[in-house]
């Protein structure tokens, strides 16, 4: 199950990570350029995660501000048409 409260902070660590990474990238740049692509290699990692993870979160987020826009009766008419939909296809 998707659990933004735990999500969310794995998120930021990654996306801290990756700028991190690429800070020390241009510390290293003219001094230890040998160091440069390992850190770069490291901030792609960890970014690709990180902002999978920020794109995923801003689809929890707009999902979850259109069902707060609902009116419980909306709500519950949803949930009727998907257990019955759910019960059809195991038939």
């Excluded at 692509?37 to 792609?44: E, K, N």
């Excluded at 999902?63 to 008419?77: G, I, M, T, V």
């Amino acid at each position: 199950m998707f659990n933004p409260a735990a999500v969310k902070p794995v998120m930021f660590v990654f996306l801290g990570i990756t700028l991190v990474a690429l800070l020390f990238a241009l510390a290293l740049w003219r001094d230890y350029e040998d160091y440069v692509a390992g850190c770069l290699g490291f901030a792609a990692f960890f970014g690709l995660i990180g902002f999978m993870k920020l794109y995923y979160m801003n689809l929890w987020w707009s999902w979850a501000r259109l069902q707060k826009a609902k009116s419980p009766e909306q709500l519950e008419e949803e949930g009727r048409k998907y257990i019955v939909s759910f019960e059809e296809t195991r038939k």
